[in-house]
């Protein structure tokens, strides 16, 4: 997995971001050139669990009893931004103001460790001719993550993320002698999964 950087690693390195005495356009090409080269800021981490629901129905000559399937799982989502998408045109500076336009927010970590998967044995039940095989399994796990990718606009991560974006890099502006400081996001559609291999 692609590394992305902490809120509390990108505060800390702004202490020596710029060297005393720069002038303005340095200054701007210096904070765009680090902006870009924190790339992915993870600046919200949500943890939950979800329970994995299924059954099996199948017909011979006749329907069978459901085979049922039960398990707990863990998933972990990190959204923030890319800084990297920032070009020279989404910042603008004049004199201690700075206005910077920020990609949209989007997801830069996601683990969904099946084999930490665990299956309740006491719910999960085999019927006669009608077992839960290690496929039927699979497809319930696949179906599981499907549904965790869809829901992941309704938990409240765009809005939590663009809050902790704008507190922190407010902090890190400042330490550049901005004293008037403009954040805005561009507009995105449903949370995107940025390319984290």
Same mark, same amino acid.
């Given at each position: 997995m692609k590394r992305y950087l902490s809120a509390a690693v990108l505060?800390?390195?702004?202490?020596?971001?710029?060297?005393p005495g720069c002038s303005r356009p340095q200054?701007?090409?210096?904070?765009? !050139?680090?902006l870009k080269g924190a790339s992915k800021l993870g600046t919200v981490k949500f943890t939950f669990h979800k329970v994995i629901w299924g059954e099996k129905e199948k017909r011979i000559f006749i329907k069978l009893k459901n085979a049922s399937f039960l398990a707990f799982s863990k998933v972990e989502v990190t959204a923030g931004i890319?800084?990297?998408?920032?070009?020279s045109g989404?910042?603008?500076t004049e004199g201690r103001s700075v206005r910077v336009k920020l990609p949209p927010v989007e997801i830069v970590a996601y683990s969904y460790p099946f084999e930490k998967?665990?299956?309740?044995? !006491?719910?999960t039940a085999n019927r006669f001719l009608n077992p839960i095989r290690l496929e039927?399994?699979?497809?319930f796990l696949r179906q599981a993550d499907a549904d965790v990718r869809k829901s992941l606009d309704s938990l409240g991560l765009r809005r939590k993320?663009?809050?902790?974006?704008? !507190?922190?890099?407010?902090?890190?502006l400042t330490r550049f002698g901005f004293t008037s400081i403009d954040l805005e996001?561009?507009?995105g559609g449903p949370l995107a999964f940025t390319a984290y291999d």
């Open positions: 505060a800390a390195a702004t202490l020596f971001l710029l060297p200054a701007k090409t210096g904070l765009i !050139n680090r890319d800084l990297s998408k920032i070009g989404d910042v603008t998967v665990q299956v309740d044995r !006491n719910y039927d399994m699979e497809e993320a663009e809050e902790n974006t704008k !507190n922190l890099l407010t902090q890190v996001f561009s507009p």
